[in-house]
């Protein structure tokens, strides 16, 4: 992947991103978009984005792999988006670190409740 075609996903992902972060009442946090030509630190391969969350401070951090990105369609994109972002919201729900898959669970739920309201009432995918 080239300068201009990793510059062009990361506006794609922008976009996307800042239009939902209006919807989902996310603007107060400070977000932060970290960008990657490959696997992300710590993450498996298949992993194209991964968020962490500090609900303490409204923090986020949002890490992106643009090559697996790139060979997305929008409505693959937009689905991943709204996924990560109910991230920051439900991360709040834990008491303790432990990943027990329950946070991950909730996150899916969310994204396709959203946008079935989003694509005025048609079931998501
Ligand atoms: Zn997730």
Redesign the pocket.
Known sequence: MNDADFEKQKARVLAMGKQWITLLWLRWWNIEWRWHRGRIDGESDHTA???SSSWRYAEAVISVDLLQVAGWDDQTLEKVIV??L??PILHEMHSCNQDDGH??RV??WLQRAFLTVKNGMEPAS
Request: aromatic residues 0%; without cysteine.
């Open positions: 984005m991964a968020t996924h990560e109910m991230h946070e991950e996150a899916s």
